[in-house]
């Protein structure tokens, strides 16, 4: 069992940067693909990017260039730097546990409960 937990979301202007946080709990963190995904109000979630336990990443292309992901595992924590933030950025995010890196929401089995980001114009 995993449990996730976010941190670092808020009210950005565009242009500008947040960095999110994913602490996870359980020995065996290091093992799993984490990814992050978000959902805007009336959309579906959507894939943004994970990384492997081996750091293997991947990325949406509307985010490649803005955002890094990356992992501690010796805090359990995986990260989310987001560079010039747009608008259309604006979403709950969450962060995802699963066996494999994958960009399918499916194959994820432990979720996070989100954390908003909000880009203003």
Request: glycine share 10%; hydrophobic share 35%.
């Amino acid at each position: 069992q995993v449990q996730l937990v976010e941190s670092g979301g808020g009210l950005v202007q565009a242009g500008g940067s947040l960095r999110l946080s994913c602490a996870a709990s359980g020995r065996t963190f290091s093992t799993y693909a984490m990814g992050w995904f978000r959902q805007a109000p009336g959309k579906e979630r959507e894939f943004v990017t994970a990384i492997s336990w081996s750091r293997i990443t991947r990325y949406r292309d509307s985010v490649k260039g803005r955002f890094t992901i990356s992992r501690d595992n010796a805090k359990n924590t995986v990260y989310l730097q987001m560079n010039s933030l747009k608008p259309e950025d604006t979403a709950v995010y969450y962060c995802a546990a699963g066996r494999d890196l994958t960009v399918t929401i499916e194959q994820y089995d432990y979720w996070g409960q989100g954390t908003q980001v909000t880009v203003s114009s």
